[in-house]
C-alpha cells in the first residue's frame, strides 16, 4: 500500500476562500432574452437599413414641419395662380399644389400628425387590449360577460360613434384619437383573449397552476413572453391600418379640420386631381406607403426574433 | 351541438341588441341637439315668418319622432268644451280661468308649459326617457296587418274580412278588405314570386330626407325612372303605369283620377323603376365580389403556400403589403385610374347606369381587392400551419402525391377558420362599402349611414344601426355553426376547450 500512496506537499496548495454568492452561480454565459432578440435582429441587414430609414423618416417628419413652419391655415400663394399646380421641379422639390403651397412642407406636416396620431392610437389600444385581453381570456367567468360586450361594442355603428363624437367633443387631435380608439381596444382584446385561451391550458401551465403559482404571475411570466410575437404581428399591422383609418375618416370629412395637416386629408383631397396633376396623388401616396411597408418589414422580423420559440 | 345552447346564445343575443340600440338610442337623442334635424327640412324653413305655425311644427315633428308629448291648450280644450261654444272662446283667451287650470295641471305632471309668441296661448311637453323609447320603437317594430288595422271615419261601411280572387295582373292573392294592404299574399312573375304583405318591419318614415317614406321603403324601393307598360284597372279603363298592384295600400281621401281607376279605397301604390333598390345594388355589387375574392384568393394562398419563399410567394406577399400600406382611396383611384385606360370601361356608374354590365365590372372588382388580398394571406397562413402536421406526413408516407395531399386532406382543413367568415361576409354585402360607392356614384347602402347621419335623419339611422347590428350578430352565430359543421371535433358547448 505504501508504494502506492502520493505524498503531497503542503507548499503546493492553498485554502480556497468559500464565497455563498459565488457558489449559487452557474458558469454558462449569461442569457438575456432582449438581448438575444436584438441580435436575431440585427443579423438581417436589410432589415436594419429599412429600420435606419424609417428612423430618419420619422424624425426629419418630426423636425422638417417646424422649420417650414407651414400652417395649413396660411396660404401665401392662393390668390398667384402661376404658383399653383407646379411639377416637381429643382426650385419646388415636391412642386406646389392646388393653392400654391409646397407639396414638400405639406407632405411632412401632415406626416407628423399621422405618425403622432397612429403611435399614440397603437400604444392605448395595445395598453388597454393587451391587459384586458388577457385577464379576459384567463377567467372563463369573465369571458361570458365580456363576449356581450365586445358583440355591443363592436356593433355600435363605427361611423355613428366618430360622428357624433366629433361633433359633441369638436375636430381635433385629441377626438380623432379618442375616436380611433374607443371601440379598437375591444378588437385587440378580442384577439388576445384567443390567444390566451389556446395557450391557457397548456400541460406547463396546468403544472405551473398545481405548484401554485398566482394567477397573475402565469399571466406575466408564462403567458405574455409568448405572445410578444404575436403582439409584435399586430402593431407592425395596426400602424399602417390607423393610418388608412385616418384617411377614410379625413375622406368622411370627420378627420383633424382645416386647421391641421394630415396625410389623410392630403390624399382625400388631391385624389380628385390625380388625372391632371399626378404628383400631388403620388407623393403623399408614396410617403405613406414607404413609411406604412417599412413599418410593417420592421415589426414582422421583431415579430419572429422576439417569438420564444426560435429561442430555444 | 345543442338546441339549448343556440338558444341561450339568441337570448344573449336579444340582450346584445338591446344595449346596443340603448347606445344608439343615447348617442341619436340624447347627444345631438335636437334642434339641429330642421336643419335640412324646407318646410321649417318656410315658416320663418309665423312664430305660432313653426313652434307646432318643430314640437309636433318632435313627437312623431318621440323626443317628447307635447300638448296644446286648444287641443285639451276641445276634450273638455263643445267647438264654437263661448266657453271655448273664453278659455282660448290668453290669462283665462282655463288656461291657467290647464297651466297647473300639466305643471303638476311634469310638462313644462310655455306659450306662443303670438297668439300667447299655453302648450306643454315633456321629454320622454330614452329607455321608454327605446320600449316604445320596439313594441312597434313589428306591424301585422289585420282586417281592423283601418281606421277611417269618413268610411264606416268598410267592409272587414278576407277573400281570395285575382290581382288585376293575374296572380293568385289573399284579399284583405280593411287592412293597409289590399294584396296580403299574393303572385306575380317578380322573384320571389310569392310576396307577403302581412307581417312588415316598421321603422317609422323617413325625416328630414326621403320625406313621408317608410325606412323600409327608402331601403327596398326600385330606384331610377319608372319602367311603363300598358295595363287594365279594376274598372276597366286602360293606361301606360309602373304600377305594382301588390302594393295597393288604403287611402283615405280618393281623388278623380283615383276613381276612375280603382273600385275601392284601395290607391296608394308603388311604381316599377329601372334601377335596383339601395339593398340590391349593395347586394349584387358585394355578392359578385364576394365570388371574385373567394375564386382568386383561395386558390392563390394555396398556390403561395406551396410555393413558399419562391418566386410567387414573394409577388402575392406584394400585393399584400400594398394592399395593407396603401389607403383604399388611393388604391380604388388607381385601380380606377389604370382600367378606364386599358378598357373601354365607364368611370362611374351613373353613365351607362344599371342596365348596362359595363357599370357594374369596376366596382365589384375594386370591392374585391382588398378581400382577394386578407383571403390569400389567410390562407397562406392556414396551409403553411396544417403543411408541418403529422397527417401529411402519413399521408406521403402512404404514397400520395402533393396535388391529392392538398386537395384532399390540406385544404379541407385549411378553410375551416375560412368557413367561419363567409356569413359575416355576405351580411356585409348589405351594408354596403361606404369608399367604393362613393367613387363610383353608384347608389346603394354604402352611403346611406353617414347621409343619415349628416342629415339628421335619426328615424334612418336608428333603423340601420338595427338592421346592421342584427344582422352582424346573428352572422357570428351563422359562422359558428358553419364551423361546426365543416369541422365536428369543434364544439362550441365543451366546458374545458381550448377556445
Known sequence: MEENSVKYDSDLFEFASYDKDESEHIAAPKYSYWKSVWRTFVKDKFTVGVAILLLILILFALIQPSVSGYDPLIAPNINNSEMRFIKPCAEHIFGTDNVGNEVFDVVWAGAKNSIIISF???????????????????????????????????????????MILSYVLGAGMGTLIFVMCVTEWVFVAFFIRTQVMIIRDREYNLASKCLGTSNWTMIKNNILPYLISVIMTYVSRMVPSLISYEVFLSYMGLGLGVTKASLGRMISIYTSYMNGYPHLFWIPVTVLAILSISLYIVGQKLADAADPRTHM | ??????????????????????????????????????????????????????????????????????????????????????EMAEALQPGSEAAEQFKAKYEADGYTVEAYTKSGRYYAYKDVPIIKHVAIWFANLIKIDTPWSVKDENNPDLKRGLSFGLTESGGVALIGSGTTHKYLLYTDSHFPWLHQNIIKLNFGDSYPT???????????????????????????????????????????????????????????????????????????????????????????????ARQKDKLADKLG??????????????????????????????????????????????????????SIAGLMLWTRRYVVDQMSQDYVKFAKAKGLNQREIFNGHIFKNAIIPIAQGI?????????????????????????????????????????????????????????????????????????????
Open chain 2, 1 to 86: 351541438m345543442s338546441k339549448g345552447y343556440i338558444r341561450n346564445r339568441l337570448l344573449r343575443s336579444v340582450i346584445s341588441i338591446l344595449i346596443i340600440m340603448l347606445i344608439v338610442f343615447t348617442l341619436v337623442y340624447s347627444l345631438v341637439p335636437r334642434n339641429s334635424i330642421f336643419s335640412g327640412d324646407d318646410g321649417y324653413r318656410k315658416l320663418a315668418a309665423k312664430p305660432d305655425d313653426k313652434t307646432d311644427y318643430v314640437y309636433n315633428i318632435w313627437q312623431k319622432l318621440g323626443y317628447l308629448t307635447f300638448v296644446r291648450s286648444s287641443d285639451y280644450f276641445q276634450t273638455l268644451y263643445a267647438v264654437d261654444s263661448p
Open chain 2, 317 to 370: 406577399m406584394v400585393y399584400i403589403i400594398f394592399i395593407i400600406a396603401v389607403p383604399s382611396l388611393a388604391y380604388i383611384y388607381l385601380f380606377r385610374y389604370l382600367a378606364t385606360a386599358a378598357f373601354d370601361l365607364p368611370s362611374v356608374f351613373t353613365t351607362y347606369g344599371a342596365s348596362d354590365i359595363r357599370s357594374w365590372i369596376l366596382p365589384t372588382v375594386s370591392l374585391a381587392l382588398p
Open chain 2, 423 to 499: 356569413p359575416a361576409s355576405l351580411a356585409g354585402c348589405i351594408a354596403g362599402a361606404i369608399i367604393t360607392e362613393s367613387i363610383y356614384a353608384v347608389g346603394g347602402m354604402g352611403k346611406m349611414l353617414p347621409d343619415a347621419i349628416q342629415q339628421h335623419n335619426n328615424v334612418m339611422v336608428v333603423a340601420l344601426a338595427f338592421l346592421f347590428a342584427t344582422i352582424s350578430v346573428l352572422s357570428v352565430l351563422a359562422g359558428d355553426i358553419i364551423l361546426t359543421k365543416v369541422d365536428p371535433r369543434i364544439s362550441l358547448t365543451e366546458k374545458a376547450g381550448r377556445s
Open chain 2, 210 to 304: 326621403y320625406q313621408g317614406l317608410d325606412v323600409m321603403t327608402v331601403l327596398f324601393q326600385t330606384q331610377g325612372t319608372e319602367v311603363k307598360r300598358p295595363v287594365t284597372y279594376a274598372t276597366g279603363k286602360e293606361g301606360e303605369s309602373g304600377i305594382i298592384f301588390g302594393t295597393l295600400t288604403y287611402k283615405t281621401i280618393l281623388d278623380r283620377m283615383d276613381r276612375q281607376k280603382f273600385t275601392d279605397n284601395y290607391a296608394t301604390f308603388r311604381t316599377a323603376k329601372n334601377q335596383p333598390s339601395m339593398i340590391g345594388t349593395s347586394f349584387i355589387i358585394g355578392v359578385f365580389s364576394l365570388l371574385i375574392a373567394y375564386g382568386l384568393g383561395l386558390p392563390i394562398g394555396v398556390l403561395m
Open chain 1, 120 to 162: 399614440v392610437c397603437t400604444f392605448i389600444t395595445m395598453v388597454l387590449g393587451v391587459v384586458i385581453g388577457a385577464v379576459w381570456g384567463f377567467s372563463k367567468k369573465i369571458d361570458k360577460w365580456m363576449l356581450e360586450v365586445y358583440n355591443v361594442v363592436a356593433n355600435v355603428p363605427f361611423l355613428l360613434l366618430a
